[in-house]
């Protein structure tokens, strides 16, 4: 299965793949529809509004291009299919062909149709009209909204295909070919979702994606939903004149910390128990002073003499949270996949532990 064919057929597939949705390697080789036609886009700073109709109008001819480009590619990949001619081609191809033909000229017509009557056919000027004024055009709306997008204080975050800018009245989501915006004192949004992952691949930190629903109190604009890091999700309800509702299943950790502690938390739970002997009363827990002790330092990863870790002989001084939070404290912050695996010293006599060994009281 070497044949040029094959080879063309799994590289074009890979090109086309990562020209739709660019990974961060097409992004710094320049490999985009916006880097491509920066010239005739214009400046996104400049003019938010005008560089995303085009923007859109763009990529939407590009992509439908894709196909057509692969069927030009085989005509060299595969000559023995004499696909140059397509009246002589194999029956699937011609017909392959004319898909790859009318897709383009389909995606030409809608965008000739948006951009008549200067773009107040694209879907981003229609709902920007949804909020203009009696007698005042879109434009007059699209003008604020590049005057905002200007100001340095927006909130902005996501990835290219699906980029979150919160600026002081709009709330927008820039996807691949579209632009959602809704006014904020209209929108109404509400935490849907919320998933862990456990490491993200640049930081090496677990993170939790908030996924929100921006919901208009207008019917006419479409609810859209907006994805972010929960770590960013202090600074985008500053940017929100509103507060953010919540699903009631949903919670929200925000830091770090808190993640690692309900991972050190549900690890603890799974360990032996430890018994009080009889007689001992609990005291509270000497870091928050709100809770009754909870947790007692036993050697349970290995026998006795084995091993770096020792046996502790206090007695039960702290609670879960805070003996959570002592050995998150411990840990190199820039390592978090290294956290769950460490030992620590015990907060009082400095006896080695791990997670292993932490037994809540029962
Ligand atoms: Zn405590
Ligand atoms: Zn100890
Ligand atoms: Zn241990």
């Known amino acids: 299965m070497d044949s040029p064919e094959v080879t063309f057929t799994l590289a074009y597939l890979v090109f086309a793949v990562c020209f739709v949705f660019t990974p961060n390697e097409f ?75 009318l897709l383009p000229c389909a995606a030409g017509a809608l965008v000739y149709h948006w951009a008549r009557d200067r773009w107040a056919r694209h879907p981003l000027a229609r709902t920007l009209a949804l909020y203009a004024l009696p007698r005042s055009g879109w434009a007059a709306v699209a003008a604020s909204v590049d ?3 200007r100001r340095i204080d927006k909130f902005a975050t996501g990835a ?35 998933r862990q992952h456990e490491l993200s691949p640049d930081s090496n930190l ?11 109190a207008s019917p006419a604009v479409r609810p859209f939903d907006i994805r972010l890091n929960s770590a ?5 309800c500053e940017k929100l004149q509103a507060p953010v509702r919540r699903a009631a299943h949903v919670v929200i950790r925000q830091s770090l910390s808190d993640l690692f502690l309900e991972t050190f938390a549900s690890l603890v739970e799974g360990n032996q128990a430890y018994a009080v002997p009889s007689g001992q009363e609990l005291e509270a827990c000497i870091g928050c002073m709100q809770t009754r002790a909870g947790v007692k330092l036993v050697k349970s990863c ?29 840990q190199d912050p820039q390592r978090p996949d290294t956290w769950l695996a460490s030992r620590v010293p015990c907060p009082t006599c400095r006896a080695r532990f791990c997670i292993l060994d932490v037994c809540c009281i029962r």
């Open 160 to 194: 290219p295909g699906a980029r979150v800018i919160v600026t002081d009245t709009w709330v927008m989501k820039v996807a691949t070919y579209r632009v959602h915006v809704a006014r904020q004192q209209e929108a109404q949004l509400t935490v849907t979702e919320s």
């Open 27 to 101: 992004h710094s080789a320049g490999l985009t529809v916006q880097n491509l036609l920066s010239g005739w886009l214009g400046s996104e700073d400049a003019a938010f509004v005008s560089y995303h109709l085009r923007r859109t109008a763009a990529t939407l001819l590009c992509h439908s291009l894709l196909p057509l480009g692969y069927y030009v590619g085989m005509c060299f990949a595969a000559s023995d299919k004499r696909l140059h001619w397509p009246a002589q081609a194999p029956e699937a191809w011609r017909l392959f062909l004319l898909l790859a033909v």
């Open 302 to 330: 290995q026998d006795a003499a084995a091993g770096e870790c020792q046996q502790c002989y206090c007695r039960p001084m702290w609670c879960l949270t805070c003996m959570g939070k002592w050995f998150a404290s411990r």
């Open 206 to 216: 677990p993170v939790q994606l908030l996924t929100l629903r921006v919901a208009s």
């Open 232 to 236: 960013e999700y202090g600074e985008l």
């Open 147 to 149: 005057t905002e997008f």
